[in-house]
Nanobody
Framework: QVQLVESGGGSVQAGGSLRLSCAASGTFFSINVMGWYRQAPGKQRELVAT???????????NYADSVKGRFTISRDNAKNTVYLQMNSLRAEDTAIYYC??????????????WGQGTQVTVSS
């Protein structure tokens, strides 16, 4: 089982920056992909960014078009931690941001786990 602890949310004015962190802990064989998703009021949860944390494509990233050039996802594999640097924030970035991990359990099964979410509010 994986546990995800998120931090770094808050309120900021448009044009500002925030950095989210997500630390994974627990008992597992490996963490394969970590990422951030967000859900604004009245909208479906959507992908923000993901990063592959294991294997030959480790370090590969994927971003939603709406955040490309503004957000950067990175990871510290030694700490099982993923970061989301958010720059040039806009009011439409306001949402609850959820950390996600795809991992392989100790019984070799692929599993997914979600963090509890952290609120990001951008005022215009």
């Amino acid at each position: 089982q994986v546990q995800l602890v998120e931090s770094g949310g808050g309120s900021v004015q448009a044009g500002g920056s925030l950095r989210l962190s997500c630390a994974a802990s627990g008992t597992f064989f490996s963490i394969n992909v970590m990422g951030w998703y967000r859900q604004a009021p009245g909208k479906q949860r959507e992908l923000v960014a993901t990063i592959i944390t294991r294997g030959n494509t480790r370090g590969n990233t994927n971003y939603a078009d709406s955040v490309k050039g503004r957000f950067t996802i990175s990871r510290d594999n030694a700490k099982n931690t993923v970061y989301l640097q958010m720059n040039s924030l806009r009011a439409e970035d306001t949402a609850i941001y959820y950390c996600h991990a795809n991992y392989t359990s100790i019984d070799w099964r692929p599993r997914d786990y979600w963090g509890q979410g952290t609120q990001v509010t951008v005022s215009s």
